[in-house]
C-alpha cells in the first residue's frame, strides 16, 4: 500500500521567498506530525494534528511557519519569508493512534530537502 | 540541556560484532520508548518500542529501558553491513503524543 508522500522532494529557493510543503498521508491515519532534520542533526518537533483537536503547535520556532491539515488528510507547512537556517530535510509523519498502551507506530516519508541560498 | 542526549558517533564495528547504542533523558514523564533506524536520504523507521521499563527482543535486536536510571539501550547481535545507518531513540509520555527523538548515532558495520 501507499506510505506516507511529500512533495517536493528538493526544494531550492532564494532567502525571502515563501516555500509550501506537502504531505500525503497514509489514508485512515489520524495523527500527522511535521518535524525537522538539521544536518547530522536529531528530528526537531514542529507541530503534530490529531483528528479533530487543536493543532499542537508548540515546536514550530516562529511565526513565519505555519501548517495546516485540510479534511483531515493532506497538510501543508508554509514558510514565509524564509531565511538560511531554515535549511533542513522536513519531514512527515503519521499515525494511527488507538489509546494508552498501544503500539502507536510512526510511519515517515523521505522528506523535503530545502535549501535557502 | 537537551531533554534526550545520544552520542552521536559514527560507532564503527566490524560485522558479526554486537552493536551497543544507548540514549539517556532527563524528563521522569517519559514512558514510551523507540528506536528508529535511518538510511541516508530516507525517512526513520521503527525499529523497536517498549511500554515503560523491561526488555524487548525481536530477532537480532533487544531493546532495555530503566527508568530509575533514565536510560535506554538497543543491541544489534550479528551485526551486518546492511545495519550501517543512523539510529535514533524517541520517546513520548503518552500515546498519540509528540515524539522527542535523540541526535541519532551513526554506525558503521565494516565487512
Known amino acids: 500500500g501507499a506510505g506516507v508522500s511529500q512533495s517536493p522532494s528538493n526544494k531550492v529557493t532564494e532567502k525571502g521567498k515563501d516555500v509550501e510543503l506537502r504531505c500525503d498521508p497514509i489514508s485512515g491515519h489520524t495523527a500527522l506530525y511535521w518535524y525537522r532534520q538539521s544536518l547530522g542533526q536529531g528530528l526537531e518537533f514542529l507541530i503534530y494534528?490529531?483528528?479533530?483537536?487543536?493543532?499542537?503547535k508548540s515546536g514550530l520556532p516562529s511565526d513565519r511557519f505555519s501548517a495546516e491539515r485540510t479534511g483531515g488528510s493532506v497538510s501543508t507547512l508554509t514558510i514565509q519569508r524564509t531565511q538560511q537556517e531554515d535549511s533542513a530535510v522536513y519531514l512527515c509523519?503519521?499515525?494511527?493512534?488507538?489509546?494508552?498502551?498501544?503500539?502507536?507506530?510512526?510511519?515517515f516519508g523521505s522528506g523535503t530537502q530545502l535549501s535557502v541560498l | 540541556q537537551k531533554e534526550v542526549e545520544q552520542d552521536p558517533g559514527p560507532l564503527s564495528v566490524p560485522e558479526g560484532a554486537i552493536v551497543s547504542l544507548n540514549c539517556t533523558y532527563s524528563n521522569s514523564a517519559f514512558q514510551y520508548f523507540m528506536w528508529y533506524r535511518q538510511y541516508s536520504r530516507k525517512g526513520p523507521e521503527l525499529l523497536m518500542y517498549?511500554?515503560?521499563?523491561g526488555n524487548k527482543e525481536d530477532g537480532r535486536f533487544t531493546a532495555q529501558v530503566d527508568k530509575s536510571s533514565k536510560y535506554i539501550s538497543l543491541f544489534i547481535r550479528d551485526s551486518q553491513p546492511s545495519d550501517s545507518a543512523t539510529y535514533l531513540c524517541?520517546?513520548?509520555?503518552?500515546?498519540?503524543?509528540?515524539?522527542?527523538f535523540g541526535g541519532g548515532t551513526r554506525v558503521l558495520v565494516k565487512p
Open positions: 524517541a520517546m513520548s509520555k503518552a500515546a498519540g503524543n509528540k515524539l522527542t
Open positions: 494534528f490529531q483528528g479533530n483537536s487543536a493543532p499542537d
Open positions: 509523519a503519521s499515525s494511527l493512534v488507538r489509546g494508552e498502551g498501544t503500539n502507536e507506530k510512526l510511519f
Open positions: 517498549t511500554y515503560s521499563s
